[in-house]
């Protein structure tokens, strides 16, 4: 039960929320996961130059797999190798205002993959999706096709200008073994220029490596050959290059929603039913209590009765006794007989009225301790372990992984971080110094569960985030503190999109 000054202070923090949201007018950021996923996609361009003049000028895709290391397709990259002195590496981000001289520092020509190091602003590194998908399965293309360059763009030079890859969509047509490789078949339409770019599932993670695609010829339709995900996991780590795989199924945010709505629902149709299933136990504990105690106060009201009919009869013969007797001339052993026989005729009247009758509604049924979950309260502070509930997340990159949280009274976690109040748990908004995503993390005590939504925004939204991010609390009991954090994070939390990119949520128990 929540105290009545920790209510207060919870409705003035919702309050204070409130009022913050509604003076907020900044436009929601844009936080859909292929886009998300092309932030970490740049335009490869290669460039050849004798004696400094440039004599020619080509490009093909890439994609971050880590900060600042690139892959593409050998293809794309084979004259860097051959001619490192005379052919430049240019990386091409989607946004900012410039491009970077990468390196090569790796190169497979049999599996037609590249790896380019270059200095520049970090990238966020794409994820690996690792379990083979289905045919049929809706794929995603990015990149940067050179049919969409001749007509954008009125001369080469403007290659080098950082803009937003090219998607397309399509399904997974087929599984292939090329060369002893794994390839993918699918339908995601590429062009010149897509080489090396990445092949995403709806989630934004990486099945494939686009490297080719088929010749259509009279009416025939055309296929684009990739290069499967587990050729690209064999490269990395022949090359010794860290990245990050995940193996979670993609799930719209929409259906984590309505599964966490649903498994709502079914606890709490599943606590009504306990209720009545309790309902029901007492009762019949009630009945059958009730039939116990009928059944012994009737032996006891036929026991009044016989010993009152006892007395009766005695009684009575007593009297006569005693009239015989004083017929005989025996006065005194008379009158001690009919007196006898008197105080039995008052014992059996008394017997006949005492006698107990039954009242149902005073019998009561003693507590047996079978409702555990009535008395046994949950832990409201201390070490708790968060266990991850995949049935109601939506998995893209996390690891998953439990944590143990330091769970302290007003919102205190680990002693140095506070929460603030909202309506009915605690929450706070992180926006890191670097990076590109941002956490809202709530915890409710009473059901004792953590939601993390993660949002992966780009630059420019994280950018504003961070000039209007609330200062780190440290624990406070102060309501007016924590009042003002809650409000700071409404301001925050009105600037997200409606639904977050990945939501992670943990049941969390005393360890």
Same mark, same amino acid.
């Given at each position: 039960?929540?105290?009545?000054?920790?209510?207060? &202070?919870?409705?003035?923090?919702?309050?204070?929320?409130?009022?913050?949201?509604?003076?907020?007018?900044?436009?929601?950021?844009?936080?859909?996961?292929?886009?998300? +996923?092309?932030?970490?996609?740049?335009?490869?361009?290669?460039?050849?130059?004798?004696?400094?003049?440039?004599?020619?000028?080509?490009?093909?895709?890439?994609?971050?797999?880590?900060?600042?290391?690139?892959?593409?397709?050998?293809?794309?990259?084979?004259?860097?190798?051959?001619?490192?002195?005379?052919?430049? &590496?240019?990386?091409?981000?989607?946004?900012?205002?410039?491009?970077?001289?990468?390196?090569?520092?790796?190169?497979? /020509?049999?599996?037609?993959?590249?790896? &380019?190091? =270059?200095?520049?602003?970090? @990238?966020?590194?794409?994820?690996?999706?690792?379990? +083979?998908?289905?045919?049929?399965?809706? $794929?995603?293309?990015?990149? #940067?096709?050179?049919?969409?360059?001749? %007509?954008?763009?009125?001369?080469?030079?403007?290659?080098?200008? !950082?803009t937003s890859p090219v998607r397309s969509t399509g399904v997974l047509s087929a599984h292939r073994s090329q060369r002893? @490789?794994?390839?993918?078949e699918h339908t995601a339409q590429i062009a010149r220029g897509n080489s090396g770019g990445p092949l995403l599932d709806n989630c934004g993670r990486i099945v494939g490596v686009?490297?080719?695609?088929?010749?259509?010829?009279?009416?025939?339709?055309?296929?684009?050959? %990739?290069?499967?995900?587990?050729? $690209?996991?064999?490269?990395?780590?022949?090359?010794?290059?860290?990245?990050?795989?995940?193996?979670?199924?993609?799930?719209?945010?929409?259906?984590?929603?309505?599964?966490?709505?649903?498994?709502?629902?079914?606890? +709490?149709?599943?606590?009504?039913?306990?209720?009545?299933?309790?309902?029901?136990?007492?009762?019949?504990?009630?009945?059958?209590?009730?039939?116990? %105690?009928?059944?012994?106060?009737?032996? *006891?009201?036929?026991?009044?009765?016989?010993?009152?009919? =006892?007395?009766?009869?005695?009684?009575?013969?007593?009297?006569?006794?005693?009239?015989?007797?004083?017929?005989?001339?025996?006065?005194?052993?008379?009158?001690?007989?009919?007196?006898?026989?008197?105080?039995?005729?008052?014992? /059996? &009247?008394? $017997?006949?009225?005492?006698?107990?009758?039954?009242?149902?509604?005073?019998?009561?049924?003693?507590?047996?301790?079978?409702?555990?979950? +009535?008395?046994?309260?949950?832990?409201?502070?201390?070490? @708790?372990?968060?266990?991850?509930?995949?049935?109601?997340?939506?998995?893209?990159?996390?690891?998953?992984?439990?944590?143990?949280?330091?769970?302290?009274?007003?919102?205190?976690? %680990?002693?140095? *971080?506070?929460?603030?109040?909202?309506?009915?748990?605690?929450?706070?908004?992180?926006?890191?110094?670097?990076?590109?995503?941002?956490?809202?993390?709530?915890?409710?005590?009473?059901?004792?569960? #953590?939601?993390?939504?993660?949002?992966?925004?780009?630059?420019?939204?994280?950018?504003?985030?961070?000039?209007?991010? !609330?200062?780190?609390?440290?624990?406070?009991?102060?309501?007016?503190?924590?009042?003002?954090?809650?409000?700071?994070?409404?301001?925050?939390?009105?600037? @997200?999109?409606?639904?977050?990119?990945?939501?992670?949520?943990?049941?969390?128990?005393?360890?």
């Amino acid at each position: 039960m929540i105290r009545a000054g920790e209510a207060s &202070i919870r409705l003035l923090a919702f309050v204070a929320a409130l009022m913050a949201a509604a003076f907020v007018l900044t436009p929601t950021a844009r936080a859909d996961d292929i886009s998300s +996923a092309a932030r970490g996609v740049v335009r490869v361009v290669i460039t050849a130059s004798v004696d400094g003049e440039e004599i020619g000028r080509a490009h093909g895709s890439g994609f971050a797999v880590a900060p600042n290391r690139i892959v593409t397709n050998a293809h794309v990259v084979e004259l860097a190798n051959k001619f490192p002195s005379l052919v430049t &590496i240019d990386v091409v981000p989607e946004t900012g205002d410039d491009h970077y001289k990468g390196e090569l520092v790796a190169f497979d /020509a049999d599996r037609d993959l590249a790896l &380019i190091q =270059f200095e520049g602003p970090p @990238l966020p590194p794409l994820t690996l999706y690792s379990p +083979a998908l289905p045919d049929g399965y809706p $794929l995603v293309s990015l990149g #940067y096709p050179g049919n969409v360059d001749k %007509a954008t763009y009125g001369s080469l030079t403007q290659m080098l200008q !950082p803009t937003s890859p090219v998607r397309s969509t399509g399904v997974l047509s087929a599984h292939r073994s090329q060369r002893g @490789l794994e390839t993918l078949e699918h339908t995601a339409q590429i062009a010149r220029g897509n080489s090396g770019g990445p092949l995403l599932d709806n989630c934004g993670r990486i099945v494939g490596v686009n490297r080719a695609v088929t010749t259509a010829e009279e009416g025939d339709g055309s296929f684009v050959i %990739a290069l499967g995900e587990s050729e $690209l996991a064999a490269f990395l780590k022949e090359n010794k290059q860290p990245f990050h795989a995940v193996s979670w199924p993609c799930k719209s945010m929409e259906a984590a929603v309505q599964r966490d709505q649903e498994l709502a629902q079914q606890r +709490a149709e599943q606590t009504q039913q306990d209720a009545r299933d309790r309902e029901v136990a007492a009762q019949r504990a009630h009945d059958s209590a009730v039939q116990k %105690a009928q059944l012994a106060n009737e032996r *006891t009201r036929d026991n009044f009765m016989a010993g009152a009919a =006892f007395l009766l009869v005695v009684g009575g013969l007593a009297i006569g006794g005693g009239g015989l007797l004083l017929n005989r001339g025996k006065r005194n052993p008379a009158i001690a007989a009919a007196a006898a026989g008197g105080l039995m005729m008052v014992g /059996a &009247i008394v $017997l006949f009225l005492v006698r107990p009758d039954f009242d149902p509604d005073s019998v009561t049924v003693a507590d047996d301790g079978s409702d555990v979950g +009535a008395q046994v309260s949950t832990p409201r502070t201390g070490h @708790l372990l968060c266990k991850l509930d995949p049935d109601r997340s939506r998995i893209i990159i996390a690891d998953g992984k439990n944590f143990t949280l330091d769970w302290g009274a007003d919102g205190c976690v %680990a002693g140095k *971080t506070q929460y603030a109040e909202t309506a009915n748990a605690w929450q706070r908004v992180l926006v890191p110094e670097k990076g590109d995503t941002v956490t809202v993390a709530t915890y409710d005590p009473d059901r004792q569960t #953590y939601v993390a939504d993660r949002y992966f925004l780009d630059p420019a939204a994280m950018a504003h985030l961070r000039k209007n991010r !609330p200062e780190q609390k440290q624990c406070t009991g102060e309501m007016a503190a924590r009042a003002e954090l809650a409000s700071r994070q409404s301001s925050i939390r009105s600037a @997200l999109p409606a639904l977050p990119n990945e939501r992670l949520v943990y049941t969390c128990s005393a360890q």
